[in-house]
């Protein structure tokens, strides 16, 4: 992954960026952090450790990642449920509409 272009920016890059790339593994999986590339995402420390942590939306960055061959390794959870779940949070705690994060290159995602 670090010859990746995509983790050697933050996942959630903007304004409020700070520090150097760190990654989180987004989810847990039979009480392990999930080791795949889909389930980690790259970002700053501010939006990683520090007060720009949002779990929801670090988790739905990565399920927009995910293909649904992937998600098939993970049986026991429901993942279009998780990400309506996440969907859910982000809109009733950013708002409808907003550009918050991007996934790729030139990519945004709006909520």
């Known amino acids: ?7 050697s920016m933050c996942a959630r890059s903007g304004p409020n960026c ?6 989180e593994h987004c989810w847990t999986y039979a009480g392990r952090q999930i080791q795949e590339k889909w389930a ?18 670090n988790q739905y960055i990565s399920l927009c990642r995910a293909t ?3 998600l098939k390794k993970y049986p026991r959870v429901d993942w279009e449920q998780e ?3 996440c969907l ?9 509409g ?10 945004t995602v709006s909520a």
């Not at 992954?1 to 983790?7: F, H, T």
């Not at 700070?18 to 990654?23: E, F, L, N, S, V």
């Not at 980690?40 to 720009?52: A, D, K, Q, S, T």
């Open 40 to 57: 980690i995402i790259p970002l700053c420390e501010w939006h990683h450790l520090g007060g720009g942590m949002d779990k929801f939306v």
């Open 18 to 23: 700070k520090g150097r790339i760190t990654w």
């Open 68 to 70: 649904p061959e992937e």
């Open 88 to 96: 859910y949070l982000i809109i009733k705690k950013y708002g409808k």
């Open 98 to 107: 907003q550009n918050i994060f991007w996934i790729g290159v030139g990519r």
């Open 83 to 85: 990400k309506k779940r």
């Open 1 to 7: 992954m670090s010859e990746d272009p995509y983790y």
